[in-house]
């Protein structure tokens, strides 16, 4: 899932001597917003059934996605075609192994001598991502493991050695000083990635815990429960693994902070007070006396094949040498109706503006003169699954990664005008953002830090999966600082979104939209990529980044 436009701004922006301007040869890209208005229409609307990976949808998308990269001018830059000897396809195959909790769904708590029928999708979701028929839990016992975390190097351990075999380990979102002052034990407000849900389940099972609920609330999540409900309601999606359980517990769910006061109180404990513990380096867990919880449902599992589209130009000098742009092109498909009972998750600007923005530099770059360095347009799947897509080609390139300059990646961009602003996922700790913040400010337009870096952004779109082996990375979003209205009105845009359509039937189309922002952040990332292009820089991570020896480490091949 995406960051969408923080809701508050900081107040001083920051400016950095300049990295890289934008190059005295490079002509104006056209950038048309009439064009990204109607990708935007025609991939979001009801006939693409909101673009569900390995649905009819995904075959329709991936049809218009590589007829246009065609019509670009753009070659094919995906897997080997074995028709064709030398030669490659549009689409790389992504396999994915495919779950779905099907009914009747039977969920229950028993504390304080009570027992509670759950509904699915009301105050608790659940799912299952390890291959098997049925899931059948009885009556496990539950333990609070504060925000479920090890790790060693921070000298932190929530478990204490704790025997979760058997039982449900309930946790916090986020991390421990999210509430607390621990002098930066985890980066003070910055979520770590050990504040991320999936880092717990991995955790969890990890300990050999039989499932774990993660307690929702809506500021350590970032999010509302909407969205925790839609993005786990319908068929749940991972790379094919050699052996699940190592990375998922049987159970993996959400419930909500109602039901956890509840719980905890019938097992006669304060949940407040527990919280406050949580935050302690000396926090032992906390068996829910009495409570158990039960469930019982089926599981429909299967391998699927669902695919990223890729189309390149070549570079003219060191064709080995790649910069990307990526987007997702997958949503919700179809799922939980809303209040009007519309069932068709659009995604129009989660992620519909960020596949019109690649398509769109795919045009510009194929117009335009050659670069020394092959420029990649890859737009991905599975991303609202996991960033599955993303990271399923980063483990498995078909363009070294040792000799990827870059990704430079778009998730949902704003619809309300230009803006004086722009701003990242997150701080990285890359070089790669002080060329961003130049090339920006060639353009008269100032750098924002993430204004809510305990969200996590960084760890919540496809750059990340490029992160992850060494690849400089960012996530570019649009700026709040409205030309028309200013932070107000960039604000009031971003709050509206988030509340009332980002991962829900709501969030389509509008013939309405001011896409000249949009014009003008493609342009500036058109600039950054060429630059990168037809230079011969390595960007790279700054000391103090958890990536920077993954990147070091094959930094002979880029001699």
Same mark, same amino acid.
């Given at each position: 899932?995406?960051?969408?436009?923080?809701?508050?701004?900081?107040?001083?922006?920051?400016?950095?001597?300049?990295?890289?301007?934008?190059?005295?040869?490079?002509?104006?890209?056209?950038?048309?917003?009439?064009?990204?208005? =109607?990708?935007?229409?025609?991939?979001?609307? &009801?006939?693409?059934?909101?673009?569900?990976?390995?649905?009819?949808?995904?075959? +329709?998308?991936?049809?218009?996605?590589?007829?246009?990269?065609?019509? =670009?001018?753009?070659?094919?830059?995906?897997?080997?075609?074995?028709? %064709?000897? $030398?030669?490659?396809?549009?689409?790389?195959?992504?396999?994915?192994?495919?779950?779905?909790?099907?009914?009747?769904?039977?969920?229950?708590?028993?504390?304080?001598?009570?027992?509670?029928?759950?509904?699915?999708?009301?105050?608790?979701?659940?799912?299952?991502?390890?291959?098997?028929?049925?899931?059948?839990?009885?009556?496990?016992?539950?333990?609070?493991?504060?925000? $479920?975390?090890?790790?060693?190097?921070?000298?932190?351990? &929530?478990? +204490?050695?704790?025997?979760?075999?058997?039982?449900?380990?309930?946790?916090?979102?986020?991390?421990?000083? /999210?509430?607390?002052?621990?002098?930066?034990?985890?980066?003070?407000?910055?979520?770590?990635?050990?504040?991320?849900?999936?880092?717990?389940?991995? =955790?969890?099972?990890?300990?050999?815990?039989?499932?774990?609920?993660?307690?929702?609330?809506?500021?350590?999540?970032?999010?509302?429960?909407?969205?925790?409900?839609?993005?786990?309601?319908?068929?749940?999606?991972?790379?094919?693994?050699?052996?699940?359980?190592?990375?998922?517990?049987?159970?993996?769910?959400?419930?909500?902070?109602?039901?956890?006061?509840?719980? /905890?109180? +019938?097992?006669?404990?304060?949940?407040?007070?527990?919280? +406050?513990?949580?935050?302690?380096?000396?926090?032992?867990?906390?068996?829910?006396?009495?409570?158990?919880?039960?469930?019982?449902?089926?599981?429909?599992?299967?391998?699927?094949?669902?695919?990223?589209?890729?189309?390149?130009?070549?570079? !003219?000098?060191?064709?080995?040498?790649?910069?990307?742009?990526?987007?997702?092109?997958?949503?919700?498909?179809?799922?939980?109706?809303?209040?009007?009972?519309?069932?068709?998750?659009?995604?129009?600007?989660?992620?519909? !503006?960020?596949?019109? #923005?690649?398509?769109?530099?795919?045009?510009?770059?194929?117009?335009?003169?050659?670069?020394?360095?092959?420029?990649?347009?890859?737009?991905?799947?599975?991303?609202?699954?996991?960033?599955?897509?993303?990271?399923?080609?980063?483990?498995?390139?078909?363009?070294? #990664?040792?000799?990827?300059?870059?990704?430079?990646?778009?998730?949902?961009?704003?619809?309300?005008?230009?803006?004086? &602003?722009?701003?990242?996922?997150?701080?990285?700790?890359?070089?790669?953002?002080?060329?961003?913040?130049?090339?920006?400010?060639?353009?008269?337009?100032?750098?924002?830090?993430?204004?809510?870096?305990?969200?996590?952004?960084?760890?919540?779109?496809?750059?990340?999966?490029?992160?992850?082996?060494?690849?400089?990375?960012?996530?570019?979003?649009?700026?709040?600082?409205?030309?028309?209205?200013?932070?107000?009105?960039?604000?009031?845009?971003?709050?509206?979104?988030?509340?009332?359509?980002?991962?829900?039937?709501?969030? =389509?189309?509008?013939?309405?939209?001011?896409?000249?922002?949009?014009?003008?952040?493609?342009?500036?990332?058109?600039?950054?990529?060429?630059?990168? %292009?037809?230079?011969?820089?390595?960007?790279?991570?700054?000391?103090?980044?958890?990536?920077?020896?993954?990147?070091?480490?094959?930094?002979?091949?880029?001699?």
């Amino acid at each position: 899932m995406s960051k969408l436009f923080a809701a508050a701004s900081l107040a001083a922006l920051l400016i950095v001597p300049s990295v890289c301007a934008v190059p005295a040869w490079a002509a104006e890209p056209d950038i048309s917003a009439a064009r990204l208005s =109607e990708h935007v229409r025609v991939i979001s609307s &009801d006939a693409y059934e909101g673009r569900g990976p390995a649905t009819p949808a995904e075959v +329709k998308t991936v049809d218009y996605l590589v007829g246009q990269m065609k019509a =670009e001018g753009l070659q094919p830059g995906g897997d080997p075609d074995p028709k %064709a000897p $030398g030669g490659r396809r549009w689409t790389q195959d992504v396999p994915l192994a495919r779950f779905e909790v099907t009914g009747p769904i039977a969920l229950s708590l028993t504390a304080g001598g009570q027992t509670r029928t759950l509904t699915q999708t009301q105050e608790i979701v659940v799912q299952t991502l390890v291959p098997t028929a049925h899931v059948a839990i009885k009556d496990a016992p539950l333990v609070f493991v504060g925000y $479920g975390v090890k790790a060693p190097e921070r000298n932190w351990d &929530d478990f +204490k050695g704790v025997d979760l075999h058997g039982k449900i380990a309930v946790v916090l979102i986020n991390d421990p000083d /999210f509430e607390a002052d621990l002098g930066g034990r985890f980066d003070g407000r910055s979520m770590t990635y050990y504040g991320r849900w999936t880092y717990k389940y991995e =955790e969890a099972a990890r300990q050999g815990a039989v499932g774990m609920l993660i307690v929702h609330e809506d500021k350590p999540a970032a999010y509302g429960w909407n969205t925790v409900k839609n993005s786990n309601a319908n068929a749940q999606f991972d790379i094919v693994r050699d052996d699940p359980s190592k990375a998922h517990p049987l159970l993996q769910g959400w419930i909500q902070r109602d039901l956890a006061v509840d719980l /905890f109180a +019938k097992s006669g404990l304060d949940f407040e007070a527990l919280k +406050k513990a949580a935050q302690r380096e000396d926090f032992h867990p906390v068996e829910l006396k009495g409570a158990r919880f039960s469930a019982d449902y089926a599981v429909n599992s299967s391998q699927i094949v669902s695919h990223n589209v890729l189309g390149i130009l070549p570079g !003219t000098k060191r064709p080995d040498e790649t910069v990307i742009y990526t987007a997702h092109w997958d949503h919700l498909g179809v799922g939980t109706p809303d209040a009007k009972g519309d069932r068709i998750y659009n995604g129009a600007v989660d992620n519909g !503006t960020g596949v019109a #923005a690649v398509l769109e530099l795919g045009r510009a770059y194929a117009a335009a003169p050659r670069t020394d360095r092959s420029v990649l347009f890859l737009l991905v799947t599975a991303e609202e699954k996991g960033l599955l897509g993303s990271a399923y080609y980063a483990t498995h390139p078909l363009y070294p #990664a040792a000799k990827t300059v870059a990704d430079l990646n778009m998730d949902a961009l704003s619809t309300d005008g230009a803006a004086r &602003d722009f701003s990242v996922s997150g701080d990285g700790k890359v070089s790669l953002l002080d060329d961003l913040i130049a090339v920006g400010k060639a353009h008269g337009r100032a750098f924002v830090p993430d204004p809510t870096p305990e969200a996590g952004h960084f760890y919540r779109s496809d750059h990340f999966s490029f992160a992850k082996v060494g690849v400089p990375a960012i996530s570019f979003h649009s700026g709040e600082d409205l030309v028309n209205g200013g932070v107000t009105a960039g604000r009031a845009w971003a709050t509206e979104y988030t509340a009332h359509r980002y991962h829900q039937p709501a969030d =389509e189309w509008s013939a309405d939209w001011d896409l000249s922002g949009q014009v003008q952040d493609i342009t500036l990332l058109y600039d950054l990529g060429r630059d990168l %292009a037809t230079s011969d820089r390595w960007p790279d991570w700054k000391p103090g980044s958890e990536f920077k020896a993954l990147r070091d480490a094959t930094s002979a091949e880029r001699k």
